[in-house]
């Protein structure tokens, strides 16, 4: 380790005075001006990572679904899964150390992970469209290189295709080729093979627009579409040329306003989705003839996954088990759906992507998705190679059953949440089951929810347990939610604190949107006055 070459190099890419910042689930995430030292400083940490696993580490820049002029990075390990946790209190570390300590801050990571600093390094980088990001990410290469390190730059990439791009790596090409041409040559052939038996509509082709939250999926979408040459015809929306990334468009505008986005002309009837700004969530949406809007969020979208795949596992009559991993935030029509009509077994876990994937590794299909439309599905090893031998062995009904396993394994990035391939899984499913969108959205009718914030002096009063639905402190406010609950029918309610600020989130659920907006507001209104409340007391939410 050049001790003197750190010191020199990280000196222009200095750390802003007083910045602290946190390594989450989804990264560091913040102003993009303030980012610089960060970029420099994960690449170096992802030097240290690759040269203790021996393997090629990943290093995304991208905020996701954040505004235009936030930026952000994570690291992705060698299987393509999320950082190891003790290596993102390395990252935490790292990133808030002074200047005149990032020598020893390093060496002490170093020592603590038993890292063998002689070892070859291998990262790769993606990045999104973000005006920031090609800047940035020089930054990254900048620390890469300086601890002697080598990499490959993939530039322009969903945040899927980066954990791809590192799965692959890693297998030593038996996941795919680590390419971009590897990636859709993968998913179009396993779309194609698996939609072979659906039944054509007069033309032989679905329509689907896609709102592509004005970020990287509308150009891999663009890239996307030669490979897909028949049954699916995309119509691509809010593709960069005019708006901002992720403004008044995108995944979590659509989920969180219960709007259509700007900039897409919808029809009644019409299927359509929308993308975030690095393609890793996906919901879908319509109107009815009445001009009514309709969301279809991540919970509908695994109830249909989850209900098809559990279909096929009963073909094949092999004992291969499947669960639903869901949070809190699962709209309880959708839980009381897989479990009583669906005889699916449903898990929660606390809130955060990698308590989900955590859960669903447990299963042999695992299936998992937040309600704001990130998730996929796990298969285990075993259950893969059950699958892929059946495939090739069975006769009939059987083999069919598996063919369609195969498939779907090959569609889903089993390395995260991937906006394509969950679309291209769902619209398989559409066409082979025959349904419309409104017939997929009727499986259940989501009770009406209502999700409000409360800003308080300091979030860390609020501690919860059971998968977050019960508040342990401060005393007295499980006991005020319980008895606020009793006063409506088929109604729930949970209070958590936000990860970064301190405000305390709460979501309420009953059988009337009155009722909910009412459970939220009397709910909002005992955290206010048991959890230290600041500002204005909570209003009315209409």
């Not at 003197?4 to 913040?30: C, D, M, V, W």
């Not at 009963?314 to 088990?321: A, P, Q």
């Not at 679309?423 to 209502?450: C, F, H, S």
């Not at 209104?525 to 048991?530: D, K, R, T």
Request: proline share 3%.
């Amino acid at each position: 380790m050049d001790l003197e070459a750190i010191t020199k190099h990280s000196a222009l890419h200095a750390k802003p005075n007083g910045l602290i910042l946190q390594y989450g689930t989804a990264g560091f995430r913040t102003k993009a001006v303030h980012l610089d030292h960060v970029m420099f400083r994960m690449g170096l940490l992802a030097v240290l990572r690759s040269k203790q696993t021996q393997s090629t580490i990943g290093v995304m820049v991208t905020a996701s679904h954040n505004p235009e002029e936030d930026n952000g990075v994570k690291l992705v390990d060698p299987l393509g899964e999320m950082l190891a946790p003790s290596w993102e209190e390395h990252a935490t570390c790292l990133a808030n150390a002074e200047e005149q300590d990032v020598q020893s801050v390093l060496l002490d990571i170093s020592k603590k992970a038993a890292v063998d600093l002689q070892r070859d390094a291998y990262v790769v980088i993606g990045r999104d469209t973000r005006p920031s990001s090609e800047k940035l990410a020089h930054s990254v290469i900048d620390g890469i290189t300086v601890l002697g390190g080598q990499f490959h730059d993939y530039g322009l990439l969903t945040t899927p295709q980066l954990h791809y791009m590192v799965y692959c790596r890693n297998t030593s090409g038996q996941y795919g080729k680590a390419t971009i041409d590897g990636y859709y040559q993968k998913l179009s052939a396993a779309f194609a093979e698996l939609t072979k038996q659906a039944p054509r509509s007069g033309d032989g082709f679905r329509s689907l627009k896609v709102d592509c939250a004005n970020g990287i999926g509308a150009l891999k979408l663009g890239e996307m579409e030669r490979y897909l040459s028949q049954g699916l015809s995309l119509q691509l929306f809010n593709v960069g040329t005019e708006g901002r990334l992720n403004h008044l468009c995108g995944a979590d505008f659509v989920k969180s306003y219960q709007k259509p986005p700007q900039g897409m002309e919808m029809k009644s009837n019409e299927r359509c989705c929308s993308f975030d700004g690095d393609a890793d969530r996906i919901v879908y949406y319509y109107y009815d003839a009445d001009g009514h809007f309709h969301l279809i969020d991540g919970d509908k979208i695994a109830a249909l996954i989850s209900s098809f795949l559990k279909e096929l596992l009963l073909e094949i009559g092999e004992n291969l088990n499947i669960g639903v991993v869901q949070t809190a935030y699962a709209n309880g029509s959708s839980t009381r759906f897989l479990e009583e009509v669906m005889k699916v077994p449903v898990y929660c876990t606390k809130t955060g992507v990698k308590h989900l994937h955590h859960k669903a590794q447990e299963f042999d299909v695992g299936v998992y998705f937040e309600a704001n439309g990130h998730g996929t599905v796990l298969f285990s090893k075993a259950a893969e190679m059950k699958i892929k031998q059946l495939a090739k062995e069975s006769k009939d009904e059987k083999r069919k059953a598996a063919k369609m396993l195969e498939n779907i394994i090959d569609l889903f990035n089993q390395a995260a949440g991937d906006a394509i391939s969950d679309m291209l899984v769902i619209e398989a499913i559409l066409a082979l089951k025959g349904l419309t969108v409104q017939q997929w959205d009727a499986l259940y009718t989501d009770l009406p929810n209502r999700q409000l914030k409360v800003k308080v002096a300091d979030r860390q009063v609020i501690s919860t347990t059971d998968a977050e639905r019960q508040a342990v402190t401060p005393p007295g406010l499980q006991e005020a939610i319980n008895n606020l609950v009793k006063k409506y029918k088929l109604s729930r309610a949970f209070v958590r604190p936000s990860g970064t600020e301190d405000i305390v989130r709460v979501y309420a659920e009953a059988d009337s949107q009155e009722s909910a907006d009412s459970l939220a507001h009397e709910v909002s209104l005992a955290v206010f006055q048991l959890a230290g409340g600041v500002g204005e007391r909570p209003a009315p939410c209409f």
